[in-house]
């Protein structure tokens, strides 16, 4: 019930082109939905995040988007840049009653973007 | 957005000895902080979580006598792994929230312990 399924493990892209990552949730709980990207030996950085109120937020070329009945959320990086290339993770977490609750991660997902 | 700091970045320690990581919010208030731990190329497992002036909350399976953790100001918290051995070199990580809650987590860079 706690976990995050993300897909794919790795992921390779052409420079310019749609990189595209998918997680499924199980708890109908959860109320927050962030996305972290992650350089390696760095700590993971927000990058963007819904609630599920939304079916889609966009910010730059980044994207979510949110189906709440099928308990999914995607990722999708528009026009793809080498300086891309990274680990990303989506994560979970309920927020409800004013306190913090804790982020479940997916899986990760590397991606590489070819120039 | 807000920094969270993590100081050391790196340590190599011998077996059997103990090593404090801390976990500074540098610019805000943080009511709530979590410790992670990654292997490398996975996924962040939660360790524990801690609130300023109470004791931590630990995941299950996580030894609490071998992971100290202490979260005694709103902008401190520290996590010693005491008689440290090799199987606990790890890339460890903190996050923190602030106050009101938005949901967001705040990464610190991460320490990596390498136990020789």
């Known amino acids: 019930q706690q976990q995050v399924k993300q897909s794919p493990q790795s992921l390779i892209v052409q420079k310019g082109g749609i990189s595209i990552i998918n997680c499924a949730y199980e708890?109908?709980?959860?109320?927050?939905f962030p996305w972290y990207q992650q350089f390696p030996g760095k700590g993971p950085a927000l990058l963007i995040a819904?609630?599920?109120?939304?079916s889609e937020k966009k910010e730059g070329r980044f994207t979510i988007s949110f189906n709440k009945s099928a308990k999914q959320f995607s990722l999708h990086i528009m026009d793809s840049q080498p300086g891309d290339s990274a680990t990303y993770f989506c994560?979970?977490?309920?927020?409800?009653?004013?306190?913090?609750?804790?982020?479940?991660f997916g899986t990760g997902t590397l991606l590489a973007v070819q120039p | 957005g807000a920094v969270v700091s993590q100081h050391p970045s790196r340590v190599i320690c011998k077996s059997g000895t103990s090593v404090k990581i801390e976990c500074r919010s540098l610019?805000?208030?943080?009511?709530?902080m979590f410790w992670y731990r990654q292997f490398p190329k996975q996924s962040l497992m939660l360790m524990a979580t801690?609130?300023?002036?109470?004791?931590?909350?630990?995941e299950q399976g996580v030894e609490k006598d071998k992971f100290l953790i202490n979260h005694a100001s709103l902008t401190l918290s520290t996590l010693t792994v005491t008689s440290a051995h090799p199987e606990d070199s790890s890339f460890y990580i903190c996050?923190?929230?602030?106050?009101?809650?938005?949901?967001?987590?705040?990464f610190g860079e991460g320490s990596r312990l390498t136990v020789l």
């Open positions: 996050s923190a929230s602030g106050w009101p809650n938005t949901g967001e987590l705040f």
């Open positions: 708890n109908t709980a959860f109320d927050y």
């Open positions: 819904i609630r599920p109120d939304v």
């Open positions: 994560a979970a977490s309920m927020n409800s009653g004013g306190a913090t609750n804790k982020l479940i």
């Open positions: 610019d805000f208030q943080a009511t709530t």
């Open positions: 801690s609130n300023e002036g109470s004791k931590a909350t630990y």
